[in-house]
T-cell receptor
Framework: DTEVTQTPKHLVMGMTNKKSLKCEQHMGHRAMYWYKQKAKKPPELMFVYSYEKLSINESVPSRFSPECPNSSLLNLHLHALQPEDSALYLC????????????????FGPGTRLTVL | EDQVTQSPEALRLQEGESSSLNCSYTVSGLRGLFWYRQDPGKGPEFLFTLYSAGEEKEKERLKATLTKKESFLHITAPKPEDSATYLCAVPSNAGGTSYGKLTFGQGTILTVHP
């Protein structure tokens, strides 16, 4: 089973709201990722967690706050977003953490469609 | 800096009309390449990992090949359900703190008409 789940599927929020996106996997993967994808563009990496520690932050604005409570769960906390943050947010996971040569296959979830009004 | 270029940007085929998608890359020390399929509004679905030049992998109507400078995704006798965006990606070779970084191509939008 290579399933990554994400909730909610859709989210509409105002610029003053606080919301969270949730991602879960039960494949024993130790690396988890957040991507942002705009229409007709490839996914754009935001954060990487390896063994529950943040290993990559691609200079993402602080209004996006990731959290990895355990090896199966990844959250993305959202606060004071802008309309240009509207996008499809994708979570992915891969089997092995740092040191595996970067060739681990990343398995993606279905995404959360976020609209910021 | 790693670069991945996919062509064509869009491809329209008739059902049963075989064709190929191209993914060319400029990376130092390629360690492999991934192919994904993405349906509109959904997450990318993993198709293939290719590790070295000369490697080929097949899945149903799809066959992926890898050379030292490019990869091809061959689609044999496509069906309308093969319509999707096909993405290729290569891992960063920077190692260490760059683990997990993928450089994606812009994708090829494939439409198969019945």
């Amino acid at each position: 089973d290579t399933e990554v789940t994400q909730t909610p599927k859709h989210l509409v929020m105002g610029m003053t709201n606080k919301k969270s996106l949730k991602c879960e996997q039960h494949m024993g993967h130790r690396a988890m990722y957040w991507y942002k994808q705009k229409a007709k563009k490839p996914p754009e990496l935001m954060f990487v967690y390896s063994y529950e520690k943040l290993s990559i932050n691609e200079s993402v604005p602080s209004r996006f706050s990731p959290e990895c409570p355990n090896s199966s769960l990844l959250n993305l906390h959202l606060h004071a977003l802008q309309p240009e943050d509207s996008a499809l947010y994708l979570c992915a996971s891969s089997l092995v953490g740092a040191g595996a040569g970067g060739m681990d296959t990343q398995y993606f979830g279905p995404g959360t469609r976020l609209t910021v009004l | 800096e790693d670069q991945v270029t996919q062509s064509p940007e869009a491809l329209r085929l008739q059902e049963g009309e075989s064709s190929s998608l191209n993914c060319s890359y400029t990376v130092s020390g390629l360690r492999g390449l991934f192919w994904y399929r993405q349906d509109p509004g959904k997450g990318p679905e993993f198709l293939f990992t290719l590790y070295s030049a000369g490697e080929e992998k097949e899945k149903e109507r799809l066959k992926a090949t890898l050379t030292k400078k490019e990869s091809f995704l061959h689609i044999t006798a496509p069906k309308p359900e093969d319509s999707a965006t096909y993405l290729c990606a290569v891992p960063s070779n920077a190692g260490g703190t760059s683990y997990g970084k993928l450089t994606f191509g812009q994708g090829t939008i494939l439409t198969v008409h019945p």
